[in-house]
């Protein structure tokens, strides 16, 4: 009995020593990922409202947004700062929901090369501005029947982020 008291005493003074240390941890806060907007430039909205449909895109450019804020977060790059992305083009690979609307003939197994094309600004905590373009269309049509609508659109997404989380679309000089 007087060993499970000690053994209660010693974990209670335990505890004292560590919480004051948690409860300061607890208000430092942790380094912010970096705020990651997305933006559709104006004549690709334009071309959007005219053939795939503004939806469509807009999708996309959630889908990038996502894609480049989970990179970043996952690496720490551009802690503190802001990147801002301008969605230029994309072409999908099969037709969208809106050209087979518009055009009854067409079918959804119908596909093509895709890609998509993205410019924008990195912004460092420190004010340091970065400008950064990719883009990436499909050259080998061999590939593009197994593509969903946007998969090449996405693919070039998921490359952006990647290279962009480890510094191989910017250099500070």
């Not at 009995?1 to 974990?11: D, H, K, T, W």
């Not at 990147?83 to 999908?92: F, G, I, N, Q, Y």
Request: glycine content about 8%; proline content about 6%; aromatic content about 8%.
């Amino acid at each position: 009995m007087l060993r499970i008291a000690l053994g209660a005493l010693a974990a209670l003074a335990m505890a004292s020593l560590v919480l004051p240390g948690l409860a300061a941890a607890d208000q430092i806060d942790p380094v912010q990922p970096p705020e990651v907007t997305v933006s559709i430039a104006p004549e690709f909205r334009e071309k959007a409202l005219k053939t795939y449909g503004l939806p469509e895109i807009e999708r996309l450019a959630d889908g990038l947004r996502d894609e480049v804020a989970r990179e970043l977060a996952r690496t720490g790059v551009m802690a503190g700062g802001r990147v801002e992305l301008v969605l230029t083009d994309a072409k999908p690979n099969r037709p969208t929901r809106k050209e087979l609307g518009d055009r009854p003939g067409l079918s959804f197994r119908s596909f093509s090369l895709g890609g998509a094309a993205i410019e924008g600004q990195m912004i460092t905590f420190d004010g340091k501005v970065m400008p950064v373009t990719f883009s990436w269309y499909a050259t080998d049509i061999t590939d593009a029947r197994r593509q969903a609508v946007w998969g090449d659109a996405h693919w070039t997404f998921d490359r952006f982020a990647h290279r962009l989380s480890r510094g191989q679309l910017y250099a500070l000089r």
